[in-house]
């Protein structure tokens, strides 16, 4: 059997570095406070196109109603969906600053 006299223990203990040093805050969200802004932003104007899509609803049921066909339904909603939607793509594309 070999003899463990000649070796030394190699094995230092650990230092603990944690308590000295603070980890690094670093921001992981995947965009910045602007586009977030923009987003919220899009979102209303989103949430004010569908409101003005909304409506129509005639007295008596039984009888057709051609407030269907006004421009806030068939013209201006749609516009303004579609500049919601623009906002956010426009939201997502933003390379903020921070």
Known sequence: MATQQGKKNIVAPLKSTQASTKPA???DFAFGKENYMLMIIGIVVLVIGYMLMV???PED???FSTDIFSFRRIT???VVIMIG???EVAAIVYKSKE
Do not use: K
């Open 76 to 78: 201006l909603a749609p």
């Open 61 to 63: 049921p039984t009888a």
């Open 55 to 57: 409506g129509g609803n």
């Open 85 to 87: 939607f623009a906002i």
């Open 25 to 27: 805050v670093t921001n």
